[in-house]
């Protein structure tokens, strides 16, 4: 028998909620103003979805849809509205915005939920860099709605007006973790057997059958993560290009890509990519990421043919995806997520 959550609904449980919420709501206006401010269009995308997303270790809730010929279609509730939102850059639009709930199966705890809003936003012919900067700013506009003059997670600490520390992935494992990593790179590949000799005289305990993806993710959440965010936030740019995902390689790199995540208080809170316009390179990305879902999960995903169709008319742009429960979290001092949605997902 399932565990049943808590009654949310609970007068006394709720008026303890209840301050978080209010500023989750003056959090949203306020992001909303700046970002009609710098000339953003705010968007609403659909939530059910040809492919819910094409990445290794998420997992969809799935659904069908039934037409007047009541023949099923199999969708997918969305886990990012990023196909989407790719579909308008290539309709026209330039700058958008989206705060999109969005739905992740496997996952819940104090930083996870199965429902929960991504706030995207995709600027048009802009290097990755602007979205640097407006993660910083981003960050001093939730404070200021909070009336917050730190954030604050489990008794770590950051100053959000403070400019983010700006930190390469490969200076952030050679610092914490004494390995070269981009040693371990070739061609845009990464060789597991040298990464796991390295790895292992770094005294990282990684399993025989762990690919290279594998053990740069132990490195990274067992010997770099517990350092970033703290008091300031950190932007971790440049990801190994194995690890690019949806974002294109550094021009004139065969080793990172136009990657960064944002941490704050030790708590990742956004994933942003300089976009990747190459259809056939994407096409071959979806493919070995469903490839290897298969081999660990035992399911893939479709992939959406008409994201594709579009991702060749897309422009140059540049676009990040970042939690903003987990910003109110930390604006305003909540310790789990659960405390600033309104009505958290029973079971």
């Given at each position: 028998?399932?565990r ?12 303890a ?13 306020s ?16 939530t ?6 094409n ?18 279609h ?41 429902e ?7 600027r ?16 001093a ?25 700006r ?14 990593l ?38 990274l ?27 294109r ?12 995540e ?33 081999r ?15 991702l ?10 970042l ?12 310790d789990t997520?659960?405390q ?8």
């Open positions: 028998m399932s049943k959550s808590p009654h949310f609904w609970l007068p006394s449980r709720h008026a909620r209840r301050p978080h919420l209010l500023a989750r709501g003056r959090i949203a206006a992001v909303r103003a700046w970002f009609a401010g710098a000339g953003f269009l705010e968007v609403e995308t659909a059910l979805q040809v492919s819910p997303g990445e290794t270790h998420l997992h969809a809730f799935a659904t069908g849809l039934i037409g007047p010929d009541t023949v099923r199999e969708l997918y509730l969305r886990t990012s509205p990023e196909f989407a939102c790719k579909k308008l850059l290539a309709a026209g639009e330039t700058r958008i915005f989206d705060f999109a709930r969005v739905f992740r199966n496997r996952e819940r705890g104090a930083l996870h939920h199965p929960f809003t991504m706030l995207e936003w995709y048009a012919n802009e290097t990755y860099e602007s979205l640097m900067d407006d993660c910083a700013a981003l960050l506009e939730a404070a200021r709605a909070a009336g917050a003059t730190q954030f604050s997670f489990r008794g770590r600490h950051i100053d959000p007006f403070a400019a983010p520390e930190l390469t992935v490969a200076e952030a494992v050679a610092r914490y973790a004494g390995i070269d981009l040693a371990t790179i070739h061609s845009g590949q990464g060789d597991r057997d040298q990464l796991a000799k390295r790895t292992a005289a770094a005294g990282i305990l990684y399993g025989t059958d762990e690919t290279w993806g594998d053990i740069f993710s132990r490195i959440a067992e010997r770099v993560e517990p350092h970033l965010g703290y008091g300031r936030a950190t932007i971790l740019y440049e990801y190994p290009l194995p690890q690019a995902a949806l974002a390689a550094k021009l004139g790199s065969d080793k990172v890509a136009e990657r960064f944002l941490y704050a208080c030790g708590v990742e809170l956004g994933n942003a990519f300089g976009e990747l316009t190459d259809v056939a390179e994407q096409r071959a990305r979806f493919t070995a990421a469903m490839d290897e879902k298969q660990i999960h035992g399911e893939r995903y479709p992939i959406d043919e008409d994201f594709l169709d579009a060749a008319q897309m422009p140059q742009a540049s676009g990040i995806a939690g903003f429960d987990r910003l109110v979290m930390l604006a305003t001092g909540a997520i659960e600033v949605i309104w009505t958290p997902v029973q079971h």
